[in-house]
């Protein structure tokens, strides 16, 4: 099989390659729906809260010819101690295809479901974005999404202020209209496209705030939206509603009791994987709210790993294992 580096990935895998990448994954998610492991994903915790631990997701994709695994790691010395790892095995024999190191290249995915989702789901004139996080994912975000949409504005917001000031000064120095604002408030008011990709401790979007028209991608892991916030929106849009119930905001209204399982599956007005495979509409008007949660899909990471793994062999880049 081949092994492959981050440098490796970088070399193989760009921005647009990524867009395609997860586009069709989403579609194949929306066309055959058991493309996911059952659970969704497995934890493996240590004994006590400050112990390392580790979650397992899978996915097989039979228009790739491909099925794989993907493990995050967390080390027992707190959160920015992680590490990414991917297995990509063939869909029919289950030989293993490749291993790779896929800190960069989660990344770069997490980042494309969001530019993604908003092709479907934002309007076409968005020109202000509101970011809510300033960090490895978030740098991913442009100038992609600024090649998509007339993007004149965006205001950043990350705690601390210094890493929403660094992020804004060097995206602003590629010529990008990028600036830092004090407060969430200020990120998201009268935004076209708000996306929060946060680690925050406590939710900080709150109803009142979304414009007409607006779309929300809440990405973070954590509690970052009010649930009042939902019962504004128009539309609710999820990747994978039962990995979503696990963790992010979901989950935290759920533990809250501001809604129940039940009450979200029936407020759910599609995945994303039917909006992409056309199965269900994406935006219908201009002037409705949209709320996406997206978590991340297995089978996106998969597309984008089988991909780096096809493009190495051609070019017989990285290292190559028998096993």
């Not at 990747?239 to 039940?262: C, E, N, P």
Request: glycine share 10%; net charge neutral.
């Amino acid at each position: 099989m081949r092994v492959l580096a981050t440098a490796d990935l970088q070399a193989l895998v760009g921005p647009d390659d990524a867009f395609g990448a997860v586009e069709a994954a989403y579609r194949q998610f929306g066309r055959y729906r058991a493309l996911g492991s059952t659970p969704p994903s497995m934890n493996l915790d240590g004994p006590t809260p400050a112990s390392a631990h580790h979650r397992i997701k899978g996915a097989s994709a039979p228009d790739l010819g491909a099925a794989g695994i993907r493990i995050a790691s967390y080390a027992a010395r707190g959160e920015a101690d992680r590490s990414h790892y991917a297995l990509v095995l063939d869909y029919e024999t289950g030989r293993p295809l490749g291993f790779l190191d896929e800190e960069w290249l989660h990344a770069l995915r997490a980042a494309t479901q969001a530019i993604v989702a908003a092709k479907y789901l934002a309007r076409a004139d968005s020109r202000v974005v509101g970011l809510i996080g300033a960090g490895r994912i978030a740098s991913h975000l442009f100038p992609a999404l600024a090649r998509r949409f007339p993007i004149a504005d965006v205001r950043v917001m990350a705690k601390p202020s210094e890493g929403a000031a660094a992020f804004a000064r060097r995206h602003a120095a590629a010529g990008l209209p990028v600036r830092a604002v004090e407060t969430a408030e200020a990120a998201v008011r009268g935004a076209d496209i708000v996306i929060t990709i946060t680690t925050a401790r406590q939710p900080f979007l709150e109803p009142g705030w979304l414009a007409p028209g607006a779309f929300l991608c809440s990405m973070g892991g954590v509690h970052e939206v009010f649930a009042g916030v939902l019962a504004e929106a128009d539309r609710f849009v999820v990747d994978d509603f039962d990995y979503a119930l696990s963790r992010g905001d979901m989950g935290a209204w759920v533990k809250a009791g501001d809604y129940t399982a039940a009450d979200l599956r029936a407020r759910l007005d599609a995945d994303i994987g039917e909006i992409v495979a056309g199965l269900k509409p994406g935006r219908r008007t201009d002037s409705e709210r949209v709320l996406a949660i997206i978590q991340g899909l297995a089978v996106c990471d998969l597309a984008m790993a089988k991909l780096a793994v096809d493009r190495a062999n051609e070019a017989g880049r990285g290292l190559w294992v028998e096993v």
